[in-house]
T-cell receptor, first 114, second 116 residues
Framework: DQQVKQNSPSLSVQEGRISILNCDYTNSMFDYFLWYKKYPAEGPTFLISISSIKDKNEDGRFTVFLNKSAKHLSLHIVPSQPGDSAVYFCAASGGGGSNYKLTFGKGTLLTVNP | GAGVSQSPSNKVTEKGKDVELRCDPISGHTALYWYRQSLGQGLEFLIYFQGNSAPDKSGLPSDRFSAERTGGSVSTLTIQRTQQEDSAVYLC??????????????FGPGTRLTVT
């Protein structure tokens, strides 16, 4: 029973174009969402987050959009750079007493071609 | 400063053997987590330690799995009588004392366990 789904295992874009990574969730108790980036042989690193009270959060080239009614969020990277090539994980937290417990999607491998 | 470190980076073991995986969290971080990532899967929560509180072991898949955290710092994840389905990358993460938004966890590079 996957509560966080990343339905695209991979995505390939050209340098300078927009990358859009999608994530869907099923648990309505989730109220905080995070994106992590992972390079090979390294641990995931935090990228950007959003609370359910917002619908958008922006940090430089990275923007996360949240559509609560659709239980959908997306990560936009503009412009994409070759160094952005990595696996991106969407994660969700349930808030309350177990807000430390993150539920992750399977990840999307982004390849940015020069 | 130093990040989260894990050892060994790779471990190959025979089915039925016990293994110990080690995690050194970031200095000063009181919260420590273990996750595992099986092939083609997302990260799966295993266990959470916070200071002197009782750990949340709700993610441990069987009683063959156990974890300790000594002195509020280093943690060891032990898998007894390993099975082939235990093959995965085991990731450790830590975070500061207060669990505040955005609940960022700092991950180590992981230990790749292969059970033959």
């Amino acid at each position: 029973d996957q509560q966080v789904k990343q339905n695209s295992p991979s995505l390939s874009v050209q340098e300078g174009r927009i990358s859009i990574l999608n994530c869907d969730y099923t648990n309505s108790m989730f109220d905080y969402f995070l994106w992590y980036k992972k390079y090979p042989a390294e641990g995931p690193t935090f990228l950007i987050s959003i609370s359910s009270i917002k619908d958008k959060n922006e940090d430089g080239r990275f923007t996360v959009f949240l559509n609560k009614s659709a239980k959908h969020l997306s990560l936009h990277i503009v412009p994409s750079q070759p160094g952005d090539s990595a696996v991106y994980f969407c994660a969700a937290s349930g808030g309350g007493g177990s807000n430390y417990k993150l539920t992750f999607g399977k990840g999307t491998l982004l390849t940015v071609n020069p | 400063g130093a990040g989260v470190s894990q050892s060994p980076s790779n471990k190959v073991t025979e089915k039925g053997k016990d293994v110990e995986l080690r995690c050194d969290p970031i200095s000063g971080h009181t919260a420590l987590y273990w996750y595992r990532q099986s092939l083609g899967q997302g990260l799966e929560f295993l266990i959470y330690f916070q200071g002197n509180s009782a750990p949340d072991k709700s993610g441990l898949p069987s009683d063959r799995f156990s974890a300790e955290r000594t002195g509020g710092s280093v943690s060891t994840l032990t898998i007894q009588r390993t099975q082939q389905e235990d093959s995965a990358v085991y990731l450790c993460a830590s975070s500061p004392a207060r669990i505040v938004w955005p609940y960022e966890q700092y991950f180590g590079p992981g230990t790749r366990l292969t059970v033959t």
